[in-house]
């Protein structure tokens, strides 16, 4: 069984376009992360939550809502989608939000804004 | 805020030990430093974790000096399928931040 999981795995939408993004791992973890990949393969976290409360919040568009419906599933959803949108998003569960910070990531979407 | 610096790539034969370096100022007294592996189109594993002088697993050590200002992951005897960017983890100061290095392109030949 996969750890995180995530779908769409490709993800190709026009600008200004509303868009999903689901994530589910049954790791039975306590925090999930979002991270965007840009195309020099720079890794950013965007989002956290532990229990269902936001616990980081990076300096990310507003256009980006994390939705955590309970705690193995963290979602993305992005509004009104921009070119510079396009990239690699990761979602990842660890254990707890402390100091130990061995996290599992999923397979990765790959959004096209075009 | 705490910010790391890696080399952009690095170059090995197989059968060598690598030896990658990331420096990182500001990390807080409690703060562990986790390195991560990363093959293409797969989201990053992590390699191993460290919060001062030694650590080893089956696959890495990781060396951290007393000033904590750095961390080196050693792999030894790499093999082709070594060949990932690996990336280093740290907390970025402000709660639950946290900053990857922007990650060593290892390229290992036989």
């Known amino acids: 069984d996969t750890a995180v999981s995530q779908t769409p795995k490709y993800l190709v939408t026009q600008m200004g376009n509303d868009k999903s993004i689901k994530c589910e791992q049954n790791?039975?973890?306590?925090?999930m992360y979002w991270y965007k990949q840009d195309s020099k393969k720079f890794l950013k976290i965007m989002f956290s939550?532990?229990?269902?409360?936001?616990?980081i919040n990076e300096t990310v568009p507003n256009r980006f809502s994390p939705k955590s419906p309970d705690k193995a599933h963290l979602n993305l959803h992005i509004n009104s989608l921009e070119l510079g949108d396009s990239a690699v998003y990761f979602c990842?569960?660890?254990?707890?939000?402390?100091?130990?910070?061995?996290?599992?990531f999923g397979p990765g979407t790959r959004l096209t804004v075009t | 805020l705490a910010k790391t610096t890696q080399p952009i790539s690095m170059d090995s034969y197989e059968g060598q030990e690598v030896n990658i370096t990331c420096s990182h100022n500001?990390?807080?007294?409690?703060?562990?430093i986790t390195w991560y592996q990363q093959f293409p189109s797969q989201g990053p594993r992590f390699i191993i974790q460290?919060?001062?002088t030694k650590v080893t697993n089956e696959v890495a050590s990781l060396f951290i000096p007393a000033d904590r200002k750095s961390s080196t992951l050693s792999l030894p005897r790499v093999s082709l399928s070594d060949t990932a960017v690996y990336y280093c983890?740290?907390?970025?100061?402000?709660?639950?931040?946290?900053?990857f290095g922007k990650g060593t392109k290892l390229s290992v030949k036989p």
């Open positions: 790791l039975g973890h306590d925090t």
């Open positions: 500001n990390i807080a007294t409690n703060d562990y």
């Open positions: 983890l740290v907390p970025g100061g402000s709660q639950g931040n946290l900053i």
């Open positions: 990842a569960s660890s254990a707890t939000s402390g100091s130990n910070y061995e996290q599992y």
């Open positions: 939550y532990n229990n269902k409360e936001l616990i």
């Open positions: 460290g919060y001062k």
